[in-house]
């Protein structure tokens, strides 16, 4: 690490400005972020790459923020503290906790495309947070541009005078000098006191194989020192800091941060679950803080689904692997599951459905392992004879309508789209089971309607239906937005007239038909003849709603076998015997793992984009 | 001890596209060569066999009989003066029937090839066409005729059911006419598309369906009705015979007996040990010439791969396994639905089990060692 030249230890946080960059996805925010490094000269041009602040290769590769990261950048004497935030609704909470990190908030727009349900929720996240807006149009080089158009509308968004609005193209450099004086002189300097016992928001966390646990803090009140001992408030967990320092952009020790100040600290841990996103870090003992900052909630799961492996010997590896993943990543949750069918794995909870394929590839990419997942499905709430039992496997869920009430999880969704697409986002939407909420034309081109959908329904594809029925012109944002009664039942699927766990799902009544028709349809493709005709049954509770029939094997045999053959067929059947040896048996019937795999397959479109 | 020998014949007039034997069109200039290197590879190989009755003889190819009936009976002087060939062995040739007439006839059997196996396939020249074949139905009728007049007692018929356009009625009819010629066997094969061949490739690219395997069931099952029927006996999954006349070198090759096979890509049997020749011509012809013996490789067969060998050859011929060889009651299911029957003892396979063979197999053997 080098030395610290950021000069004098000040006691006063007037030179200091903390804020982010928030942005719909691909407006260009991690463009204008590699440019203020630039601009700044934080990182020497012959070190500079693209994306410079995105880690994980998974994160270059998806084109998303993962993990919040920040970075200190020294201009003309003022030290800005530029904090990312993560780009994907799935990390909503997240965002939040970087935000209330900020003083203010770049609010960066395409000057082509224009206002997007994203710049909409972030706007309302920042300006909830109390952040000073800086907005920005950016790309304003491009031909496709109308900076006038996209002025007033950003204008009558934010209730400003249109020569507030910066003018940048953060790709060529232009006016990104003016944006940095923009950000000093209108984002306030962070307020705190040194003298008062410490309290440090924890707004991300991660885990280094070599130094353990490293959080990245907004000291609100109070002075961090390098070296203390600490305590968190959620977990209650004390520790010997070790070091605290500065993205500078690399990490680079300084002597404390004081007030105001944002930076990280080797916490001395060893597990991120002791050091959440959101938690308050203060002193140990009678000189820490009574109170934590406001905001921390648990991370909690959104969406859950059954991980195993696919060759069941892996299971003590898989094991393992979710130990170690899980070290870095507070927020994905495990414990043991045992399926009839798929034999012993984990049901796993995840923030969303992008969450759950990182984790998935992390899996499959780092620990080698090759897995087959559930189909994923959202918590619900059964009530029966007063109680309320909270299912997240479809296996928990009574049968056959045996509750009194069920509910589920509700998201209320932001989606803008061009006025044009108006009725199919609604028609959509219609078909998905949303409560229109409100709607309201942003110009006479574009319209920014709320609905209250059932999260279920929207976490899987909806959002490539709603892309591919607006030509990619819609964008969507959505945040949880309690729980809601409704008609749900299980699905079960069976072979031979045995049921097969795995594939059990949770659906609203009214899609129970379709679900299951599709289901037995690609299970007939899948499940390889047998010896016997094999019923293959969807059916909710003992009630059959679809059926097809895999006709039973007449013929398997080699026409001809001379001397010439015999070996060939001898080896022939050696191979056939270790593929049998491979398939899992449902009752009596043999289902390839591949068959699993196949009809829990996700269809593709829906998952892995992860953009928005 | 009691063996055969297999002699292979690489030459035809024409490739056919759904076949992946060592064969080939066009070589006809190796024939000299080729029957001379059979002689020396027979005399290398004569001393291991010493003390081996020879029971049967069987040309296959290719055409054997794309040779003149000079050089077959030449062949198979040297194989009677280079190994103890019993008096009453059955020696067989194949035939293609465009290859045959009174005068080439009379010289194999003249030179004592007694029984006369020939590639019929279809007698519906639609399906005849769909295999590349190119000969018509007539010449085969014209050929046994042929067989008949030479005095031929022992004839065989080969025919291949499911090719693509063969319906369920055309593969009747080709069962009756073969009936209605009377040979002493038949064999009956269900088209099989293998990958590396012309058809195989044809249908990889979607260009023909591969072959029904349930239109196959039924023309098995109509085959089984149709000869037992006409008086013949159904005795491994492909071949029926008149009583008597089951081919005696292909039961060898089932009931495990030593064979030894000379030419390109001949495959030998003998004491656990395969061996099999050089599979290229040209390659199995310089190495006979230098006076080495063409082996290209071999495997020797452990407990449990001879274990495996005799349940699924034993199946094929109907002699059945004894129901003590498998763990506990592992055959009850398929004697309970009927894919197998218990002869006093012996499990055989019916003929809805001969079409699941492999799937019997399988289960019967699986995780089994040699017991």
């Known amino acids: 690490m080098r030395p610290y030249h950021g000069g004098a230890v000040s006691t006063d946080s007037s030179h200091i400005r903390n804020f982010c960059i928030v942005a719909h996805i691909d407006h260009g925010k991690s463009t204008l972020a590699d440019r203020l490094l630039e601009v700044t000269h934080t990182v020497a041009d012959r070190d500079m790459r693209a994306q410079y602040l995105d880690k994980m290769d998974l994160e270059r590769e998806r084109g998303i923020t993962i993990k919040a990261q920040s970075v200190r950048l020294l201009h003309e004497g003022f030290e800005l503290n530029l904090i990312d935030t993560p780009g994907h609704v799935d990390f909503t909470y997240e965002v939040s906790r970087s935000l209330a990190a900020c003083e203010g908030a770049v609010l960066l727009v395409d000057a082509a495309q224009g206002l997007e349900a994203q710049t909409l929720a972030n706007y309302h996240l920042a300006r909830d947070a109390g952040l000073m807006i800086v907005p920005a149009l950016n790309k304003i080089d491009l031909p496709a541009a109308e900076p006038e158009q996209r002025t007033k509308e950003l204008a009558s968004l934010l209730d400003c005078d249109p020569s507030e609005i910066l003018h940048i193209s953060a790709k060529s450099g232009d006016g990104v000098d003016a944006l940095l004086a923009a950000v000093i002189e209108r984002v306030p300097p962070p307020v705190g006191d040194r003298a008062k016992p410490l309290q440090a928001l924890i707004f991300d966390s991660m885990f280094d194989a070599y130094r353990g646990v490293i959080t990245y803090v907004r000291v609100q009140e109070g002075v961090l020192p390098s070296k203390a001992r600490i305590r968190m408030f959620a977990t209650r967990v004390e520790s010997d800091a070790e070091e605290t320092g500065v993205n500078a952009p690399e990490p680079t ?80 949750h495990f414990e043991p599951e045992t399926s009839k069918a798929l034999g012993f794995g984990f049901r796993c909870g995840f923030l969303g459905l992008l969450h759950m394929d990182i984790v998935k590839e992390r899996l499959e990419r780092e620990f080698d392992l090759e897995l087959i997942a559930t189909a994923p499905n959202v918590e619900f709430h059964v009530l029966r004879g007063g109680e309320t039992t909270i299912v997240h496997n479809p296996a928990e869920m009574p049968p056959g309508g045996d509750h009194d009430e069920v509910e589920e999880p509700v998201v209320f969704a932001t989606i803008i789209t061009p006025a044009d697409y108006l009725g199919a986002v609604l028609g959509l939407c219609q078909e998905r089971r949303g409560e229109l909420v409100d709607m309201s034309y942003l110009t006479p081109e574009r319209v920014e309607v709320h609905y209250v959908l059932p999260m279920a329904e929207i976490v899987f594809d909806f959002f490539d239906q709603l892309k591919s029925g607006t030509r990619g012109y819609a964008s969507l944002d959505y945040e949880p937005w309690g729980y809601q009664k409704a008609d749900l039942v299980r699905v079960d699927v069976l072979l031979h007239g045995e049921p097969v766990d795995a594939f059990s799902t949770i659906v609203h009544r009214e899609k129970a038909y379709p679900y299951g028709k599709r289901m037995v349809e690609r299970l007939k493709e899948l499940i390889p003849r047998q010896l016997f005709d094999v019923a293959v049954q969807a059916a909710i509770g003992s009630k059959v709603i679809a059926r097809e029939t895999v006709k039973a094997k007449r013929k398997d045999v080699l026409a001809k076998c001379y001397g010439g053959d015999i070996t060939r067929k001898r080896k022939l059947l050696e191979t056939q015997k270790k593929g049998k040896a491979r398939m899992r048996r449902v009752g009596r019937v043999d289902v390839p793992q591949e068959a699993f795999i196949q009809a829990l397959r996700v269809d593709d479109a829906s998952t892995a984009k992860g953009k928005k | 001890m009691s063996a055969g020998i297999y002699v292979h014949v690489p030459f035809c007039l024409a490739r056919c596209g759904y076949c992946d034997f060592n064969a080939y069109a066009g070589l006809d200039e190796l024939k000299p060569r080729y029957l001379r290197a059979l002689l020396r590879e027979a005399s290398l190989a004569a001393s291991a066999w010493d003390g081996a009755e ?65 590639g019929a396939q279809s007698f519906d020249p639609a399906v005849l066409r769909s295999l590349e074949r190119l000969h018509s139905p007539e010449s085969v009728r014209r050929a046994v005729a042929a067989a008949r007049a030479t005095g031929y007692a022992n004839v065989n018929l080969d025919l291949i059911y499911g090719a693509h356009g063969e319906s369920l009625e055309s593969w009747e009819r080709t069962l009756e006419e073969t009936i209605a010629l009377a040979p002493e066997h038949v064999s009956a094969y269900a088209l099989t598309i293998e990958p590396a061949t012309p058809l195989g490739r044809t249908v990889a690219r979607g260009d023909v369906p591969a072959p029904d395997p349930d239109v196959q069931a039924d023309m098995f099952q109509t085959a089984c009705s149709m000869l037992r029927d006409a008086g013949y006996g159904h005795y491994e999954v492909s071949n029926w015979a008149r009583p008597g006349y089951e081919c005696a070198h292909n039961l060898g090759y089932w009931r495990r007996q030593p064979y030894l096979g000379l030419g390109a890509g001949a495959h030998s049997y003998r004491d656990d040990r395969r061996w099999w020749n050089i599979r290229p011509p040209e390659e ?49 299911r398929f004697l309970e639905s009927g894919l197998l029957t218990d002869d006093d003892g012996a499990l055989v396979p019916t003929e809805r089990g001969m079409l699941l063979l492999n799937e019997l197999v399988l289960a019967l053997t699986a995780d089994e060692a040699f017991r």
């Open chain 1, 253 to 332: 020790p300084v002597p404390e941060l004081g007030p105001g100040e944002v930076g990280y600290l080797v916490t001395g841990l060893k597990d991120v679950h002791q050091a959440k996103v959101g938690d308050t870090i203060t002193l140990a003992g009678k000189q820490g803080a009574h109170e934590p900052l406001p905001g921390y909630r648990e991370p909690k799961p959104m969406v859950w689904s059954g991980l195993f492996p696919a060759d069941g010997s892996d299971y003590a590896d898989l094991r393992d692997a979710l130990d170690r993943l899980k070290l870095s990543d507070a927020a994905l």
């Open chain 2, 54 to 118: 020879i029971a049967s003889v069987f040309l296959g190819g290719g055409t054997p009989t794309t040779m003149t009936s000079d050089d077959l009976g030449c062949l198979l002087r040297a194989l009677r003066s280079a190994f103890d060939v019993a008096p009453a062995a059955e020696v067989t040739t194949e035939a293609n029937p465009d290859t045959l007439d009174e005068v080439s006839l009379a010289g194999l059997l003249d030179a004592g090839y007694t029984r006369l196996s020939m």
């Open chain 2, 284 to 332: 199995y012809l310089a190495t006979v010439e230098r006076g080495a013996l063409p082996v290209g490789g071999d495997e020797r067969l452990d407990p449990s791969d001879a274990y495996l060998e005799e349940v699924f050859l034993r199946l094929r011929i109907l002699e059945g396994v004894p129901a003590s060889w498998f763990h506990d009651d592992r055959a009850d």
